[in-house]
Structure formats: structure tokens, C-alpha cells
């Protein structure tokens, strides 16, 4: 988070930094600061007995790194891979993890104070996920929490699935 003080004037505006991508129709956002890095889709080695979420692992430069579907995660359908297709990869609770978006969109500054807490249901992802909805303009942006992605069982068999 940064703070702006805009030139001849004495109010502070906080900032939210996030990295926004699409998941279907819905667009979302994570802190900049849990974004390691953006790739495009590379080769995914299915892990047998994994949750339906995780679609395998990657080998990333030496690093072997779980990959969540994100589409699975929040119960929506499978999507083709299209050039579009990105894997976002991010740190969740100290884990490096990969997860499958349809494309990434853009670095936001976000004023905090355009951000609401998030309302019990939104398109049909669990609230729990979810930190809060900022207003951009004429868009909504759904911001996730990505440290409560996973429970803490999940959490452990990612850590197995990397063994």
C-alpha cells in the first residue's frame, strides 16, 4: 500500500497496488506484493490423487511449484488454454504457488477508499475468499485474499504434492 499526497492539496489518499486478471466474465484482483511473477502456460505434469483445484506441478526454473485452477477452486467450468491463458505466480503463506487465470489484465492503483467489504455471495465464489470490491469507474474488481485460498489441510497436501 502506498500513500499519494496529491500536489497543492493536504489530503492523503491511500493506494492499493494490485495485479487484476479475468476469471470468466468477472474481473479480480491480488496484491502486487504476492505476485512473484506472470508466465505464460507451460507444460503441467498431473500429480495423481490430487485435489480437483490442483492440476499438477511445474518445473520453474529448477523450482517444482504446485498449480491451482482458480476456475476449480471457485467452482466454475473448465476453460480451454487459449494464448490468453496465463499462470500467476504468487506467494501463499510463505508457499510459492502457481495459479491458472484466463488472462491477465493490468497493474491497478486502487484508492482504498473505493473498496467495500465483500457482500455474503458474490458470483457464486465463497466470501471467504474474498477481501473486499473496489470500484474502478464502470467496472467492479473482486479482490481476493490469497492466504485464505486454502485451508490449512489443502495447505498441507500442496506441501506433499511438491515432496
Known amino acids: 500500500m502506498e500513500t499519494i499526497l496529491e ?3 493536504k489530503t492523503e489518499q491511500e493506494l492499493l497496488q494490485l495485479v487484476s486478471f479475468q476469471l470468466g466474465e468477472e474481473e479480480f ?3 502486487i506484493l504476492k505476485v512473484q511473477e506472470i508466465n505464460r502456460m507451460l507444460e ?6 490430487s485435489p480437483i483445484f490442483v492440476d499438477g506441478v511445474i ?3 529448477g523450482k517444482v511449484i504446485p498449480i491451482l485452477n482458480l476456475r476449480q477452486r471457485f467452482g466454475l467450468e473448465r476453460k480451454e488454454i487459449d494464448k490468453k491463458t496465463r499462470i500467476v505466480v504468487v506467494d501463499i503463506d510463505g508457499k510459492v504457488v502457481g495459479v491458472v487465470v484466463d ?4 497493474v491497478l492503483r486502487l484508492p482504498t477508499d473505493t473498496v467495500e467489504p465483500p457482500p455474503p455471495m458474490v ?3 465463497e ?3 474474498i477481501k473486499g470490491v473496489g470500484k474502478l469507474e464502470n467496472r467492479l474488481l473482486i479482490l481476493l485474499d490469497l492466504n485464505k485460498l486454502l485451508t490449512t489441510e489443502e495447505k498441507e497436501l500442496l506441501n506433499q504434492t511438491r515432496a
Open 127 to 129: 466470501s471467504e475468499y
Open 7 to 9: 500536489a497543492g492539496s
Open 44 to 49: 503441467i505434469t498431473k500429480v495423481p490423487n
Open 103 to 106: 488472462a491477465v489484465s493490468e
Open 59 to 61: 518445473n520453474l526454473r
Open 29 to 31: 484482483g491480488v496484491d
Open 123 to 125: 458470483a457464486g465464489i
